[in-house]
């Protein structure tokens, strides 16, 4: 059992837009901005396309944002594209529970 | 060009050993913070080291390998290596090399850079 929660499987049609939630607890993403992204193709490594909860790396298209409301951080990606598809995985500091956590990920289908 | 190379991944028996390696170039390696990111076949990410910037001194592992595996680095090679002892079959994935990027207090904040990856199976 993965120590943040995320939907096993999201769908969504060419141009329209998805949010992925990850959920944590009150001592970690609750308390801290410290929220990251990671997109993974098959065969490929994972790419980091959100940190800070909003911010996004150089180089990575605006179409992905993020947000965060109390114990709950959102990966929002607009405007769906093909290559879109893949796993997502949420990762956060996590405070008292350890350095680092991870969600279970979320596979990603574009219809 | 920054990049993370692995090597050193391979067959091993339960109970046995192996030594990964991770080859750090284009950026200054010893002033980065280091993890080891595994990836169990058709599973998800799964953190299972830290080693902190400049002298190694701050390690941290996840439960499923404290005690069994050690992280070091050598910065005069810009590389760093994963001891993994006492190996079993859940032991069994692929391996990132994935450079850290650290907040205030030393609070984690992202994994920006990975490797390929080097894969383990363990299997008597």
């Known amino acids: 059992q993965s120590a943040l929660t995320q939907p096993a499987s999201v769908s969504g049609s060419p141009g329209r837009s998805i949010t992925i939630s990850c959920t944590g607890g009150s001592s970690d993403v609750g308390t801290y901005d410290l929220v990251s992204w990671y997109q993974q193709h098959p065969g490929k490594a994972p790419k980091v396309i959100i940190y800070d909860v909003t911010r996004r790396p150089s180089g990575v298209s605006g179409r992905f944002s993020g947000s965060k409301s109390g114990n709950t951080a959102y990966l929002t990606i607009s405007g769906l594209q093909a290559e879109d598809e893949g796993d997502y995985y949420c990762c956060s500091y996590g405070g008292s529970r350890g350095l680092v956590l991870l969600g279970g990920g979320t596979k990603l289908t574009v219809l | 060009e920054v990049q993370l190379m692995e090597s050193g991944g391979g067959s091993g028996q339960p109970g046995g050993s192996l030594r990964l390696s991770c080859a750090a170039s284009g950026f200054t390696f010893f002033t980065y913070t280091m993890n080891w990111v595994r990836q169990a076949p058709g599973k998800g990410l799964e953190w299972i080291s830290f080693?902190?910037?400049?002298?190694?001194?701050?390690?941290y592992y996840a439960e499923s390998v404290k005690g069994r595996f050690t992280v070091s680095r050598d910065n005069a090679k810009n590389s760093l290596y994963l001891q993994m002892d006492s190996l079993t079959y859940e032991d069994t994935g692929l391996y990132y090399c994935?450079?850290?990027?650290?907040?205030?207090?030393?609070?984690?904040?992202?994994?920006?850079?990975w490797g390929r990856g080097t894969m383990v199976t363990v299997f008597s």
């Open positions: 994935v450079r850290g990027v650290m907040g205030v207090a030393m609070r984690f904040r992202a994994f920006d850079v």
């Open positions: 080693i902190g910037s400049e002298s190694g001194t701050t390690t």
